[in-house]
């Protein structure tokens, strides 16, 4: 059973583990820029309000800054070694690896790099949450699991609500389906700017669509309804297969 890291993705039953790879960057790259950028706006903010001790924290905060910088550029290093081709070199054509060993061996440092060196921070753990999609790629679920699973107990509420979607579709494959539907209802109780709850009602309703299809439906008939939303499609054809399954 493959595991989805976001509701779009149950559009195709047939999702590979590369395509769920992709998946999980495109979020992650979406928000992280938007989320770094507001948060070093609030460092700003909150420099700016000690003025009457700026001899101190003015060292302070630069160093906070520098140190922040210096986050960022590491991950977003990480990232461009993840969007760099596997082929031929050309000459003074963009850079690009070899082979496919080449390149995973260079992303799996780079991310690892970011994760060791700047541990406790958001990036950190935005580089834990993609090691542990590359273990998913790898069929390492066991590591995996014990990623997303530091990622949500550690990480802000963002990363570490979209830590818990990962981890209780990988609960729902090995059939531990009690304790992915607890985290599930608790994301809808508490979403966040990454996970909304209509993304935890829907992967609940994938998750129990075989077992539960008349509970399935309730949750996915109010998004359905919601026809401007982004998610209406994707709980419409799940109310359908929930149909077929009953």
Do not use: C
Not at 226 to 246: C, D, F, G, H
């Amino acid at each position: 059973m493959e595991v989805y890291s976001r509701t779009e993705v149950f559009v195709s039953d047939h999702l590979t583990r590369k395509e769920l790879k992709t998946d999980q960057v495109a979020v992650t790259v979406e928000h992280g820029v938007h989320y770094f950028a507001s948060h070093k706006q609030q460092v700003t903010k909150i420099a700016s309000i000690v003025v009457a001790v700026a001899i101190v924290a003015g060292g302070f905060y630069w160093y906070r800054g520098a140190q922040s910088t210096a986050r960022q550029a590491a991950l977003a290093e990480a990232f461009a070694a993840e969007a760099t081709p596997v082929s031929v070199q050309q000459v003074g054509g963009p850079p690009t690896f070899a082979t496919d060993k080449a390149k995973k061996e260079a992303v799996d440092k780079a991310f690892q790099k970011v994760q060791s060196e700047f541990s406790g921070s958001d990036e950190a753990y935005v580089a834990e949450y993609y090691l542990a999609a590359i273990d998913v790629d790898d069929a390492k679920m066991d590591s995996a699991k014990k990623r997303y699973q530091d990622v949500a107990d550690h990480a802000g509420k963002n990363y570490a609500s979209l830590a818990k979607l990962a981890l209780a579709q990988i609960l729902f494959a090995e059939n531990k389906g009690a304790d992915a539907e607890k985290m599930l209802r608790d994301l809808m109780e508490n979403p966040t700017d990454l996970v909304s709850k209509n993304e935890a009602a829907i992967t609940l309703a994938h998750g129990i669509i075989a077992t539960k299809p008349d509970e399935a439906k309730k949750l996915l008939t109010p998004i359905a309804s919601q026809v401007e939303s982004k998610e209406a499609p994707i709980a419409a054809n799940l109310m359908s297969e929930a149909n077929v399954k009953k």
